[in-house]
């Protein structure tokens, strides 16, 4: 199936009970069982949900996976590959990624044994020097979080492989629409789905998705172990989200587009982060690894104190100064305060995490209103 068929019609097929055409939530807990163990192939909600099968056949499909567990948000998701780990295992990781991401790693699992180490992996060299005898997972986020560079997956994977360690590739920014790794022989796929997959800022969940039978046994293990699956109403509004995630993603395409040209010409922005701009230091790679370069743009503005930033959030009228990302509406972060504040300071710096940089989660708006919004915002704060 071509992408936007694929979209409305991933998942369940109709309803054999009754016909519905959409996937019936199925609020309950508990199962009838004809005699104990003898059932219908559900006994608690906790390990099967028929809303959620649903939704992980759809994900599965959308990501051109055999298999996809749902979670209750992307770090439960996340959570649940590095449990993959043994203490004494080491890690590979993206050095710019998610504030969260950094947080779990370093406070979670490190102090369990887990080694990390944080390199730039748009460059292969520089993750081959960091392999140790105890590699096992490489984790990648592209685009990264916040500053939009692009990992090269074909190359991480086969790199990965040769030491003998899994390529994880956290597929958020891209969503399936943008970007497959799996088909560039990454190992595992990790997914925010609050984000661009469900689309409106209505719930929180994560997904995992990949080919591989022992792995995905071990994680469905822990699915159900742990526990942090996501409600059947979740489950319900991200199948519903689904069917417009390649509209959605085309529009959030377009518009990014257009504002980061209108913020490279901006006399008062100094830097722009965007994977679809000539400037970009990996743009060859994403326009051969992206199907389009994404709906997320960073920019750094000339201040010398976050203070600065004020009169900005004070006079923006559609843009809405708010963590997360991926819905229809556009939203405006600062990542040295909010998405990335429980990252050290001086490591902030050294990833380039700046008290000026502003990170746009750009929405299906008339780009007209979101570039003159922009426009004027910045013009109140330097009075130009």
């Known amino acids: 199936m071509r992408w936007h068929t694929l979209a409305v019609h991933a998942g369940l097929g109709h309803d054999p009970q009754t016909g519905a055409v959409m996937t019936p939530v199925y609020l309950t807990s508990t199962y009838a069982q004809k005699a104990p163990g003898i059932h219908k192939g ?9 809303t959620r099968t649903a939704l992980e056949m759809a994900l599965a499909q959308l990501e051109g996976a055999k298999y996809a567990l749902a979670f209750s948000s992307g770090l439960a998701a996340t959570d649940a ?14 050095r710019d990624l998610y504030g969260g991401t950094y947080r779990i790693m370093r406070k979670v699992f490190e102090p369990w044994g887990i080694q990390f180490d944080f390199v730039d992996t748009t460059d292969p060299s520089k993750v081959e020097e960091a392999f140790r005898p105890n590699t096992r997972m490489v984790w990648i986020e592209t685009p ?35 970007q497959a790794p799996l088909e560039a022989e990454a190992d595992i796929v990790v997914h925010s789905v609050t984000k661009y997959i469900g689309g409106h800022s209505d719930l929180i ?15 469905r293990f822990l699915q159900n172990a742990v526990g942090a699956v996501p409600a059947p109403m979740d489950c319900f509004l991200v199948l519903r989200g689904i069917k417009t995630l390649p509209l959605r993603m085309q529009k959030h395409c377009e518009n990014a587009q257009k504002i ?36 997320m743009v960073s920019f750094e503005a000339k201040v010398s104190s976050p203070e600065d930033l004020m009169p900005l959030w004070e006079n923006l ?22 998405t990335h504040a429980s990252i050290p300071e001086e490591e902030r710096k050294a990833m380039g995490i700046t008290p000026g940089l502003v990170r746009l989660s750009v929405g299906i708006e008339d780009t007209e209103d979101l570039i003159d919004d922009l426009a004027n915002a910045l013009n109140k704060i330097y009075k130009i």
Do not use: C
Not at 161 to 176: E, I, Q, S
Not at 284 to 293: C, D, E, N
């Open 42 to 50: 559900y006994e608690y909600s906790r390990t099967h949900n028929p």
């Open 81 to 94: 590959v590095l449990r993959l780990l043994s203490p004494g295992d080491h890690v590979i990781v993206s």
């Open 144 to 178: 990264s979080n916040p500053l939009l560079y692009v990992s090269p997956i074909a190359a991480l994977a086969d790199l990965a492989h040769r030491w003998g360690a899994k390529l994880v590739v956290d597929n958020t920014f891209a969503t399936p629409y943008l």
């Open 205 to 219: 969940m994560g997904a995992v998705m990949l080919n591989d039978a022992p792995t995905y046994e071990k994680l």
């Open 260 to 295: 980061a040209e209108f913020l490279a010409t901006h006399p008062k922005v100094s830097r722009v982060y965007y994977p679809g701009l000539l400037t970009h230091p990996q743009y060859l790679l994403a326009k051969q690894q992206m199907k389009l370069p994404g709906g």
């Open 317 to 338: 009228r559609i843009f809405t100064l708010a963590e997360s990302l991926g819905g229809v509406e556009s939203l405006i972060n600062n990542p040295a305060s909010l």
